[in-house]
């Protein structure tokens, strides 16, 4: 078998970074036009080499197989992610007289997008037009997309509308990528009436146009309408996800909404919806941050009930709830279930207990966990020494604080604003300042 030889020679192609491929001279293969048409296998490869070995085969035939296949095989290599290759390939099937259709010209558009070529993804729509072929809503859909990837939502709302001038339906997915452009470009109004359009043409959004929304109605503060979106969207039968429940009960943690957060966790659970660590993780936080310890840990209960783990982010968050209430005891039952259970701590881990033990005036059990921390070989940080500089100034030992400081710059972890604040606000309320 012969395999397709690969060069890179200076070019005037347009797709920067392309490889041109100079084939082997001509040869007659010996695998018959028909026992390729009957061996579907022939266009299965796992490999870039075993594709450009498959191309070089197809293009060497005495009487080459169906432009069928080569769309097949283009599309197979753009899969891969390889749209440079795509693009050389194209270039190679013009240079042998081989006939491209709609399909193989969408691919290689859609390779242009990919390198951030949009100029000649366009020049590609031209050339579409130009053979005479009809472009289809793949074609218009992979150019909305790029548009969006480049923030031009405007032009393609407008090639959205040329779209359906020409008489083309557009799809779900054609719909949801402009609406999703619309939303990361902070434009939710202009998403909203999109939305209210494309029910008007008879096509129903999914949940990931009415995700898009949902989410940047939150990031804008918007908990309100995010609701009565989501009401609206479950009135219709439409199921939502984790990714749609999420970012609202993250919203109305922060607002204290907890029976509103209750009521969307048992929704989720009745509709079959496995809620993810990151959810979990909201509400632990969100709980945590008002004191309510005793619910955070019957929402990790939960989790560990339907069969998810804790991670050592839920673990940091409820061991700091339990700091912030100087409840020491529970919040190191709670570091040690975390490493009985395989997580390894982290320097935020260790923060927060020292920060504890500080502020309960438990110097000795703050000192031990830094020992630990260090015999770890975990890098205490600047929040960490301040910490402990703090404590030390609390219960009266300056000369502890004093030390401690000085490994801080020792250890090239500088002070900072905060690390003077400390200091002046510990002499300007103390006459033992001297000892420093």
């Known amino acids: 078998?012969?395999?397709?030889?690969?060069?890179?020679?200076?070019?005037?192609?347009?797709?920067?970074?392309?490889?041109?491929?100079?084939?082997?001279?001509?040869?007659?293969?010996?695998?018959?036009?028909?026992?390729?048409?009957?061996?579907?296998?022939?266009?299965?490869?796992?490999?870039?080499?075993?594709?450009?070995?498959?191309?070089?085969?197809?293009?060497?035939?005495?009487?080459?197989?169906?432009?069928?296949?080569?769309?097949?095989?283009?599309?197979?290599?753009?899969?891969?992610?390889?749209?440079?290759?795509?693009?050389?390939?194209?270039?190679?099937?013009?240079?042998?007289?081989?006939?491209?259709?709609?399909?193989?010209?969408?691919?290689?558009?859609?390779?242009?997008?990919?390198?951030?070529?949009?100029?000649f993804a366009f020049s590609f729509l031209a050339k579409i037009l130009k053979l005479g072929f009809q472009p289809d809503e793949v074609t218009f859909t992979t150019l909305i997309r790029a548009l969006c990837n480049e923030d031009k939502t405007g032009d393609a709302q407008h090639l959205l509308m040329k779209m359906l001038e020409e008489g083309l339906q557009s799809d779900v997915f054609a719909y949801g990528t402009l609406i999703n452009g619309l939303c990361k470009g902070g434009n939710i109004s202009a998403a909203i009436k999109l939305l209210r359009f494309m029910e008007e043409c008879h096509c129903q959004p999914d949940v990931v146009v009415y995700t898009s929304i949902i989410n940047a109605l939150c990031k804008d503060g918007?908990?309100?309408?995010?609701?009565?979106?989501?009401?609206?969207?479950?009135?219709?039968?439409?199921?939502?996800?984790?990714?749609?429940?999420?970012?609202?009960?993250?919203?109305?943690?922060?607002?204290?909404?907890?029976?509103?957060?209750?009521?969307?966790?048992?929704?989720?659970?009745?509709?079959?919806?496995?809620?993810?660590?990151?959810?979990?993780?909201?509400?632990?936080?969100?709980?945590?941050?008002?004191?309510?310890?005793?619910?955070?840990?019957?929402?990790?209960?939960?989790?560990?009930?339907?069969?998810?783990?804790?991670?050592?982010?839920?673990?940091?968050?409820?061991?700091?709830?339990?700091?912030?209430?100087?409840d020491m005891d529970e919040a190191a039952k709670v570091f040690d279930t975390m490493v009985s259970k395989g997580c390894t701590p982290e320097v935020i881990s260790y923060n927060s207990l020292i920060n504890g033990y500080c502020k309960s005036q438990r110097m000795d059990k703050a000192m031990d966990l830094f020992q630990e921390m260090c015999q770890r070989e975990l890098i205490p940080d600047v929040v960490t020494y301040n910490t402990l500089v703090l404590g030390f100034l609390n219960v009266r030992k300056i000369q502890d604080a004093s030390s401690h400081l000085d490994d801080m710059i020792d250890c090239d972890q500088f002070s900072n604003c905060v690390t003077q604040s400390i200091f002046i606000d510990y002499l300007c309320k103390n006459d033992d300042w001297l000892e420093l």
Not at 31 to 54: A, I, P
Not at 90 to 104: E, R
Not at 250 to 268: A, D, P, R
């Open 1 to 119: 078998m012969m395999m397709l030889r690969r060069a890179t020679r200076a070019s005037r192609s347009p797709a920067h970074g392309a490889r041109i491929l100079t084939l082997p001279p001509p040869f007659l293969s010996s695998l018959s036009h028909y026992r390729f048409r009957s061996n579907t296998k022939s266009l299965r490869f796992k490999t870039l080499d075993e594709g450009l070995s498959c191309f070089n085969r197809m293009i060497r035939m005495h009487t080459p197989p169906s432009i069928v296949h080569f769309a097949k095989l283009l599309n197979s290599i753009s899969r891969m992610k390889h749209h440079s290759v795509v693009v050389s390939l194209s270039h190679q099937m013009d240079s042998f007289g081989f006939p491209h259709n709609i399909h193989t010209l969408t691919i290689v558009m859609n390779s242009f997008c990919h390198l951030n070529r949009l100029g």
């Open 222 to 326: 918007k908990f309100t309408e995010a609701l009565n979106l989501l009401s609206e969207m479950l009135a219709k039968g439409i199921l939502g996800d984790t990714f749609t429940y999420t970012p609202i009960i993250q919203g109305l943690c922060s607002l204290g909404e907890w029976k509103l957060v209750t009521w969307l966790l048992k929704e989720m659970l009745n509709s079959k919806i496995k809620p993810d660590i990151v959810c979990y993780s909201t509400i632990v936080d969100g709980l945590c941050k008002v004191g309510k310890t005793t619910e955070a840990h019957n929402v990790v209960d939960c989790l560990i009930e339907i069969g998810v783990e804790p991670d050592i982010v839920t673990y940091n968050t409820l061991m700091n709830g339990h700091c912030l209430r100087l």
